[in-house]
């Protein structure tokens, strides 16, 4: 590798002299002879052998090794353009988005995450046609230094975000080669999903060709946006819940027993002996709460090893967790879990518009509506909705997937709301740790909460009396000795308390729209897919 | 459990006649013989059978199952109570964290977290004998719920928080009963370690009876200190690199091929096939930089599956991860990673004085220090002070865990400071992704940071190129057919790089000067303990 700096076109500002231009340019030839990925980029002596005089001011870069700091040289960012027009040289780094060369010009479009910019580089003084033949042979998606002024144009150009500038390039350096042929375009992965082409090109990137090139994948303007949004969902939900006092633990994932009966856990070897994956943080999120911590949450990893192939599950997935000590009244959490969700969408709403609307150039998604505060039904109300809509459901009978979905048109329909909460489920249906209903023994103090007619949160008032705790999992048959160090916990004294685990992906996906919870996990992980 | 709501003392405000308080005082009386852990609380009418005129004002409450609201009932922290001095009842919840029953007279110490009040009922119109009784009996650490008036106090209470002020109580109840045998004492457990005790009462509690009894151990004022520091060296790492441009990310712990080798891996079974857990997020971090994410963190579980029992490792911990897109030279990121370290070092000092102090009243510990910016050495600069210091190691030898410790003494002794970033670690002992000194061989891109002496986190510039990555790999002997995901994903252009992982942990550990990384872990994961 070390020789491949003497190889490649001088990256310095200086002349060089034919003599010396020509030696480099043969070495130039040599270094793409060996490099596979290079073979397509025109060398500087490519054509008719005449003087270059703009050797020196394009090429291949040496691999940026930390050799010099080169500290005088000041970026420029895209969408910052347009406070320099007019301000002399500037330098920028970005992707070739894509490049054309046409006769004495070529125009390239640079791209910075999800702002582009013209580039335009004509055969004069300054640039050679030598140098518009390499620009215009550089592989896609490669990384690029360009030294360029930036000027104004009286004509909009439509197909950049930056549209009332371009960039006169004087020197222009590939810093990182992309491979000639790419598995997907980024222009195909980006195309609008419900529109018709007039011209017929409707190109589409389909899931798995997407999730198998994710590097590529996630460089589209919704991709970009989608996970920026996803840190914005995490940001919002740890600091309002910090400011209501909640403090963030860190739980297990690799704990000794089945959290929830043993279904559908993966097992881990664990040195001689088994070990399980975590199906959720609860046990220790309700520890923290016997341990004085109050109110507390976590963000984490949380696995499922349920053989489920749906637009909704993944086996590996991030739960937004929390659990709070309450004084009389589970509604008090409840009432504190349903203000975080209509804080979290007023966030989004406020801070995160530029990212819904980039992902809404992609995908055509109606805004997500919300009440303030938000809507509660019991679950009786929700079942006497779906059979006032002709549905037959029993009282304690669970929501398939497509009553909870006509239940959400139904909410919307009546009350102009994408997010509600249902409360009061039927205790039967329910796990043991669940506290029943005390005022009606086939209901329980437990609650769902649904975006766009998904379930994306589930939690309820714990048991916290460890007697009690007893009787209700000898109910559920459960063996008493493998969950004695859970109700352990609750013989030191346990204040009453309640919680509830997010889907994270989930919230993501509704919030947006989507169909495919794979669109916003950034790794997605189900029973088929492990890679990359 | 319904029942149970009939039978114990009325936790209504009402006074309740004779004949109902005896009916109420017998069934009291039934609800301990029932409930095993009730047995040690006097009922109403123990002793004499006199009538008690405080009856309905004390007792166990009913399990609190979201039977009522009770919105009128405001509830003050101990740490207010001194705005309310004078002025009325109050409600308070919390612990019983000691009592004493002295004749006529009971002084109870209420526990809120780390906060205490010393509270006291003497028989009187409003107290009766009974009540004072029931009072003494209340097995320590239960969930209590008292209404009192917070009066002046002339001379200081040094065994509370709360000095210059105590609580008369009017009514008390039980809301969750602790068993009457702890197996370990709270004051036992946050007594001073360094001390000598007079009175010859130096009763520690050791680790593992800490650990296996964690939901009670986690309540002493130095571990409800600990906890809320760590949260706070999470929240202050997110909030800095925010600040910075970064963007959060969440990486897969189920991964399908051992990200570095095999060795000290767990192995996952995964539907019919298998899988490991994530010994690092570097892979996907790397890929978020190569997919136009710029400047990326995450944090979130990291598994080792070596078996080292020392008192600085864990089988799981929390990794803070970051990774940077850099112009020209990994000082970049070097830097940006030294001063987020120093933004957190404040930020503790500032904001978290409190929780450094509690725990320092268990521990004693001198203050950490820093310098601004941090002190940057080379690797060559500690071997020369190792050295000089006697010691004999050679140029491309790793630092043994004594050496470590020793450099950080002679670091400490010659530039003050407990926080320090080696540089330029010898190519020999670092990955092969590791990128090599571009000016030196024998040396790589690559760094070290270190708390106390001891290291913290690790990173490098990685090689972002793909035929060298191969180059290196090679030389590695690494087989290149298992690593192809992750060489291929340079394939497509990638900007230079560097980035790190921080135990987040160690570092709460060594910024506390802990002894120990399960005193900074909630439930620590070892190869000899995976419970609770």
Same mark, same amino acid.
């Given at each position: ?78 969408? %910052? ?36 910019? &013209? ?5 004069? +003084? ?10 215009? =042979? ?8 360009? &030294? ?36 997907? &375009? ?20 389909? &899931? ?8 590529? +994948? ?11 949004? %996803? ?77 489920? =192939? ?93 009553? %909870? ?34 005022? =009606? ?6 609650? +769902? ?38 109700? %352990? ?36 992980? +189900? ?6």
């Amino acid at each position: 590798m070390v020789e491949e700096k003497e190889i490649v076109a001088n990256a310095g500002q200086e002349q060089v002299s034919k003599k010396g231009a020509k030696k480099q340019a043969k070495a130039a030839k040599k270094a793409e002879q060996k490099a596979e990925t290079a073979a397509n980029i025109a060398a500087a002596d490519a054509g008719d052998g005449a003087i270059d005089h703009a050797a020196g001011r394009y090429g291949l870069s040496p691999m940026i090794q930390s050799q010099e700091k080169r500290s005088e040289r000041v970026f420029v960012a895209v969408h %910052e353009l347009s406070n320099h027009v007019g301000k002399g040289l500037l330098w920028l780094r970005g992707r070739l988005h894509t490049s054309r060369a046409k006769g004495k010009q070529c125009f390239l479009i640079l791209r910075q995450q999800s702002s582009t910019v &013209q580039c335009i580089l004509a055969v004069g +003084d300054v640039i050679s046609k030598q140098m518009v033949k390499f620009a215009g =042979n550089i592989p896609k998606e490669s990384i690029i230094d360009i &030294q360029a002024t930036a000027v104004s144009v009286p004509n909009k150009i439509e197909s950049c975000t930056e549209q009332t500038l371009e960039l006169c390039v004087e020197q222009l350096f590939v810093v990182s080669q992309a491979k000639a042929q790419l598995p997907l &375009q980024i222009e195909d992965a980006s195309r609008p999903e419900n529109t018709d082409d007039a011209e017929g090109l409707n190109i589409r990137v389909n &899931q798995d060709t997407r999730l198998d090139n994710r590097v590529l +994948d996630l460089r589209t303007p919704a991709n970009q946006a989608i996970f920026r949004l %996803e840190a914005g969902v995490c940001r919002l939900f740890r600091d309002i819940l910090t400011e209501k006092g909640f403090t963030e633990i860190h739980t297990p994932k690799i704990i000794s027993a089945a959290s929830e009966g043993g279904a559908n856990v993966f097992t881990v070897s664990y040195f001689k002996d088994s070990a399980y994956l975590a199906q959720s943080p609860q046990l220790y999120k309700q520890m923290a709460i016997a341990a004085d911590f109050d109110k507390v949450y976590t963000v984490g990893a949380v696995f499922r090893a349920e053989d489920s =192939n749906t637009h909704r599950h993944l086996t590996e997935f991030v739960g937004l967790d929390l659990e709070m000590a309450f004084k009389y009244h589970y509604h008090e959490v409840l009432h504190t879990i349903g203000n975080t969700f209509t804080d979290i969408f007023k966030g989004l709403r406020d801070k995160y518009s530029r990212e819904i609307e980039a992902v809404g150039q992609q995908y055509k998604v109606e805004p997500f509506k919300f009440l303030e505060p938000p809507l509660i039904l019991e679950f009786a109300e929700g079942v006497a909705m779906l059979r006032g809509a002709g549905v037959e459901t029993g009282d304690e009978e669970d929501l398939s997937t497509p009553n %909870e979905k006509l239940l959400g048109r139904l909410v919307k329909a009546k009350y102009d709301t994408d997010f509600y909460i249902l409360d009061k489920f039927p205790l039967a249906i329910r796990p043991f740790y669940t506290m029943p209903n005390p005022d =009606n023994p086939i209901y329980s103090n437990s609650y +769902d909460m649904f975006m766009r007619g998904e379930e994306i949160m589930s939690g309820a008032q714990r048991i916290h009396d460890p007697e009690y705790l007893i009787e209700r999992a000898k109910h559920h048959n459960i063996d008493i000795s493998k969950i004695a160090a859970y109700i %352990e916990s609750f013989r030191y004294g346990c204040p009453p308390h309640a919680g509830g685990g997010i889907g994270m992906e989930r919230v993501v996906m509704l919030y947006l729209g989507l169909d495919n919870i794979r669109k916003t996990s950034m790794f997605p992980r +189900d029973p088929k897919r492990l890679t990359p």
